[in-house]
């Protein structure tokens, strides 16, 4: 792919903070922005040169979409496969690819992915059925997690199963639908790794990052993550596999339980920036959002360096009205995303401190 020149539209599929950041660093290298989602004034919306509302399904609309733009990338995993597949053929470019997409939509085609490349992961099993939950409970043990395979973000569709006598329980307030059955992992820490991979196929990845999870919410990732170059490194390379396998175009996030022994078990890939990357906007020499649109545009992949240690705080709910306070810190810099409303659990903000030594 020849670099898309300044002028070029890039479409985003999704219309969320994601979409919104997306759309501000693809600005500011020149790039106008269209956003294709369902979301009635979305805060990707209110900062793209233009948007379409209407569903993934909505043939005619993905048609004008994919017309009307240069090349076409998701700031969300779930977009249907179909919207992919739509958008190919009516000859659009899609990056990150269909294929990285579907993997991420399940979670056993993940893991099962990550396994035939030598990663580590939580012992796991498909569910679907009663008999299929006890069978593997019998062989992985309590304590797991029961999840959806499908459609689960901000650990919504999960249940823990911390003995036998919660099992059908957890089944009946999941089912019916596909469900993986996880061992559940004691770790030390949860860590991700940010990385990068250019259409050329060089490959870039950020520091890894250490993160706080509060009912299944990212609330807090600190970085660079307190762990030994080695584990750094094996992350490192890990995440280059992945990249490889996928032949993948764009940002992309793995998330880690360490273990106490050092282990590093694979927990889940977003085939997309994420939440835990947004420190790089304020401490790196080019953030996750600028490196992603570089990607998809077919540039080349701008350093990762990390220029200061930072703190990233969401602002969930109502913790958006403490902006003043931290507009009032000359260390925080603070990142709203426009919503509208403050529901419990919805990511409104967040704020990176940076860690000057
Ligand atoms: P997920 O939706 O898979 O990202 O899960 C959300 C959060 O739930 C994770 O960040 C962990 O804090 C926790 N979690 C998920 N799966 C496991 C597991 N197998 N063992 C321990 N904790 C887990």
């Known amino acids: 792919m020849s670099p898309l020149a300044p002028g070029a539209v890039i479409g985003i599929l999704g219309g969320g903070q994601l979409g919104r950041m997306l759309a501000l660093a693809a600005a500011e290298l020149g ?15 209110r900062v793209a040169a233009r948007s379409i509302v209407a569903d993934y399904d909505d043939a ?34 899609v990056a990150p690819n269909p294929r990285a997409l579907a993997l991420a939509q399940d979670r056993v085609a993940e893991k099962q992915l990550f396994a035939s490349l ?49 099992a059908d329980e957890a089944f009946a307030a999941l089912a019916p639908q596909p469900l993986i059955l996880e061992g559940f992992c004691a770790f030390e820490r949860e860590l991700s790794i940010i990385a990068a991979r250019g259409a050329d196929g060089a490959f870039g990845a950020y520091d890894l990052s250490e993160n706080e999870h509060g009912g299944g919410i990212l609330r807090r990732t600190r970085a660079p993550a307190r762990v030994s170059a080695e584990i750094e490194a094996r992350a490192r390379a890990m995440a280059q596999l992945l990249g490889e396998a996928l ?29 835990s990357g947004h420190w790089t906007q304020d401490a790196c020499a080019a953030s996750q959002f600028e490196q992603h649109i570089r990607a998809v545009a077919g540039w080349p992949l701008a350093a990762t360096t990390r ?16 902006w003043r306070a931290f507009a009032a810190d000359p260390d925080a810099r603070v990142h709203l995303y426009g919503k509208r409303e403050a529901r419990p659990g919805r990511k409104m903000g967040h704020v990176t401190r940076l860690i000057r030594r």
């Open 118 to 166: 030598g990663f580590e992961t939580a012992p796991f099993a498909p569910i679907d059925s009663r008999a299929d939950l006890h069978a593997a409970l019998a062989r992985i043990g309590a304590p797991t997690i029961l999840k959806t395979r499908r459609l689960g973000y901000d650990g919504k569709g999960q249940a823990r199963i911390a003995a036998l006598a919660d």
């Open 60 to 93: 005619a609309a993905l048609l004008a979409f994919a017309e009307a733009v240069d090349v076409i990338t998701t700031e969300f995993e779930n977009v249907p496969a179909a919207a992919a597949d739509a958008l190919i053929a009516a000859h659009a470019i």
């Open 307 to 322: 220029l200061c240690d930072a703190e990233m705080i969401n602002l969930i709910g109502d913790e958006i009205d403490q």
């Open 247 to 275: 032949d993948y175009v764009g940002v992309f996030a793995i998330e880690f339980f360490l273990m106490p022994d050092e282990r590093l078990i694979a927990n889940e890939m977003a085939p997309r920036v994420h939440n």
């Open 31 to 45: 790039f106008d922005v269209h956003v294709l989602t369902p979301e009635q004034d979305s805060p990707a919306a």
